[in-house]
């Protein structure tokens, strides 16, 4: 049973950074292509950036493009969001979800096998 443990979400002001973590157990990370999304109040679940599983492709939305950064390490099981320059817009629980995806296309959320429980981001204007 494969397993993903978020953490490092938290309350900031607008401008700062956070970095969020997300652990996988159960079976190697490198298997899967691994992905963030997230979830505002009374809004439905958002693609925010993918990873492939070698680390080598990696996809952003539109709006995160320039401010945040995805990244994996295989050997710690690790992925991880570098996210810059938040907005209040950006408060929401962010998921990560790792799935046996083949080919290029990392958005579909109905692709991906395992999900974690959540990490909130709060950003106070």
């Known amino acids: 049973q494969v397993q993903l443990v978020e953490s490092g979400g938290g309350l900031v002001q607008a401008g700062d950074s956070l970095r969020l973590s997300c652990e996988v157990s159960g079976r190697t990370s490198s298997s899967y292509a691994m992905a963030w999304f997230r979830r505002a109040a009374g809004k439905g679940r958002e693609f925010v950036a993918a990873?492939?599983?070698?680390?080598?492709?990696?996809d952003y939305a539109d709006s995160m493009k320039g401010r945040f950064a995805i990244s994996r390490d295989n050997a710690k099981n690790t992925l991880y969001l570098q996210m810059n320059g938040l907005k209040s817009e950006d408060t929401a629980a962010y998921y990560c979800a790792a799935g046996a995806i083949y080919t290029t296309y990392f958005r579909r959320s109905s692709d991906y096998n395992y999900w974690g429980q959540g990490t909130q981001v709060t950003v106070s204007s």
């Open positions: 990873i492939s599983r070698n680390g080598i492709s990696t």
